[in-house]
């Protein structure tokens, strides 16, 4: 008998635990109007509604922004307010007699409780905060990449059109340091075959006729000459045979650093003046020269932007020219050389410390020529003592890379410079000693200029 009142007791405490959050909800979403008090400002969700009933019954209901809340009578007494855009507006309940039963302010807010769980779902590891103003949503807190910044305005924006303030920064290391590694080979060969031959006859100490083949009679590097003379007849035979081979490095490593999303550029050379003649003429009529200023060596700009984490997005544009005198422009007294010019400009997208070779270049000219005396240079074995041959051949190898890498500023102190270590010499150590540099440096302790490096470190020149 005991036991059938305790579980009786249990059983109605669990009915009654179940039925309170229905009654709880049902008292959130009704609210009452009392007659002749204008209410407080009432919030609806978007595309939410809610229930208010009235004290009395009125006869006339009116929305003054149809587009902001929609209503609805369910009877005489309860109003249903539908929330359709964001912003505010007034709901007027007017009595049988026609009389002001109460104002009420309506106001349409974004339905942050959605967009919160939306967030979490879509960007999990982004601590992003999300408030409502006015009828707006602020986004504030830190996130990863410029990316998620885009994803999460693009998501506010359809629950607040036009209405969403971005107060969102974008954590991490946002300086990149772009390393590009120039290369550049040049490979070279020409050959050259030739032959001459003179034949002269001499009468009474008088040069009386001479035949000459190939080229000129001046000896030069690689070249055998053979003289012989039978009576009157003089023989002189010339063969030039030449090979010269040549090999150039060249190679630049320059380093940039810029913030995400600004330019930055390089330029390791120098400007050469350019004269130019201007439409304007001189006093005397010659036209007026001005110079202009053309850079030339190692030059590179670029612009990166941290997209998404380490993973960052490349504008750059480089180039390598030098001067080159064998195109060189000539008009009267002036002579103005030519550039030769290797530039890339290209958009990459990579990640932290990845590299790729943004451009490559391989250049093969080949040059030959023959030249021979009619008929006699078509004689077998013999005709190539009538014949010239030269032989040239010219390889240009090009490679850039480039490797991005996220950075952070440290101390001064933990930088070191290629001068810490170097101490002028005393007069003793220059005149008596010829040491060009003094004895160890005194730096400050615990710097990395201090450290004791062992084998070679720094720019070595061979």
Excluded: C
């Amino acid at each position: 008998m005991r036991l059938t009142k305790v579980l009786g007791t249990v059983m109605t405490g669990l009915m009654l635990t179940a039925a309170l959050p229905a009654n709880v909800t049902y008292a959130q979403n009704t609210l009452k109007i009392m007659r002749g008090s204008t209410a407080n400002a009432i919030s609806v969700k978007l595309n939410r509604a809610i229930v208010m009933e009235s004290e009395q019954p009125f006869a006339e209901l009116s929305v003054a922004n149809p587009s902001i809340a929609d209503i609805a009578t369910l009877s005489d007494k309860t109003i249903y307010v539908l929330g359709k855009s964001p912003g505010r507006t007034v709901l007027t309940l007017l009595g049988p007699d026609g009389k002001l039963i109460t104002n009420v302010d309506v106001k349409v807010t974004p339905d942050l409780s959605e967009f919160k769980e939306l967030l979490k779902e879509i960007l999990p590891r982004e601590a992003i905060q999300v408030r409502s103003a006015n009828d707006g949503i602020v986004l504030s807190g830190t996130v990863s990449g410029a990316t998620k910044v885009a994803l999460a305005m693009d998501l506010a924006e359809r629950y607040a059109p036009d209405k969403v303030t971005n107060l969102l920064s974008v954590g991490g290391s946002q300086q990149v340091m772009l390393k590009v590694r120039f290369a550049e080979m040049q490979r070279s060969v020409a050959k050259a075959l030739s032959s001459t031959i003179g034949i002269s006859t001499s009468g009474s100490g008088k040069l009386q006729g001479t035949l000459l083949t190939g080229n000129a009679l001046s000896p030069k590097a690689g070249t055998l000459g053979l003289n012989f003379t039978s009576g009157g007849l003089a023989v002189s035979v010339l063969l030039e045979a030449l090979e010269t081979k040549g090999l150039s490095r060249t190679l630049a490593e320059p380093n940039l650093i810029a913030l995400s999303g600004s330019e930055a550029n390089f330029l390791a050379g120098g400007e050469f003046p350019i004269p130019v003649a201007q439409t304007t003429s001189t006093v005397g009529g010659d036209p007026a020269i001005t110079v202009e200023f053309k850079p030339f060596g190692v030059e590179m700009k670029f612009i990166p932007t941290v997209v998404d984490g380490d993973l960052i997005n490349l504008v750059i544009d480089t180039s390598v020219s030098q001067l080159d005198p064998d195109n060189s422009f000539t008009s009267g007294s002036i002579q103005i050389p030519a550039f030769s010019k290797r530039q890339a400009s290209t958009v990459v997208e990579m990640r932290d410390g990845q590299s790729i070779a943004i451009a490559g270049l391989l250049q093969d000219s080949f040059t030959d020529m023959a030249g021979q005396v009619p008929w006699l240079g078509d004689v077998p074995i013999l005709g190539a003592l009538f014949r010239s041959a030269e032989y040239q051949s010219e390889q240009t190898e090009l490679i850039i890379i480039v490797t991005p890498h996220l950075i952070n500023p440290v101390d001064g102190d933990s930088l070191a410079l290629p001068t810490d270590r170097v101490k002028l010499p005393s007069e003793n150590d220059l005149f008596l000693y010829g040491q060009v540099e003094g004895g160890k440096r005194t730096v400050k302790r615990g710097t990395v200029a201090a450290q004791d490096f062992t084998g070679s470190y720094g720019y070595v020149m061979e």
